[in-house]
């Protein structure tokens, strides 16, 4: 099975960008579809962005369409999620997650293997 470690989370000034990093190691990455994910104080995890095993087919939430790009090198093996024009709404702990399956999902109930997570901290 996949074990997922994400990097990359910090604090940020509004307007500014990170680069999220999600290293997987055991099982064979390009089996499995990612997704990303994030949880802010007493909110309940919502869904970020997701990318299919090749890369050619990804889904975003409403609220980041247009500032974050997920992407993926299975190669190395890792997914990426470029999150630029931060908003304080933004902070959160992300979490990537990786489903067996040729398909992405919004759903996490859809994910098996889940990272620690890493914390974004935007400031206004």
């Known amino acids: 099975q996949v074990q997922l470690v994400e990097s990359g989370g910090g604090l940020v000034q509004a307007g500014g960008s990170l680069r999220l990093s999600c290293v997987a190691s055991?099982?064979?990455?390009?089996?499995?579809?990612m997704g990303w994910f994030r949880q802010a104080p007493g909110k309940e995890r919502e869904f970020v962005a997701a990318?299919?095993?090749?890369?050619?087919?990804?889904r975003y939430g409403d609220y980041v369409k247009g500032r974050f790009t997920i992407s993926r090198d299975n190669a190395k093996p890792t997914v990426y999620l470029q999150m630029n024009g931060l908003k304080p709404e933004d902070t959160a702990v992300y979490y990537c997650?990786?489903?067996?399956?040729?398909?992405?999902?919004?759903?996490?109930?859809?994910?098996?293997?889940w990272g620690q997570g890493t914390q974004v901290t935007v400031s206004s």
């Open positions: 997650a990786g489903r067996q399956h040729r398909l992405v999902s919004i759903y996490g109930y859809d994910y098996d293997y």
């Open positions: 055991e099982g064979t990455f390009s089996n499995y579809a």
């Open positions: 990318i299919s095993r090749s890369g050619s087919n990804t």
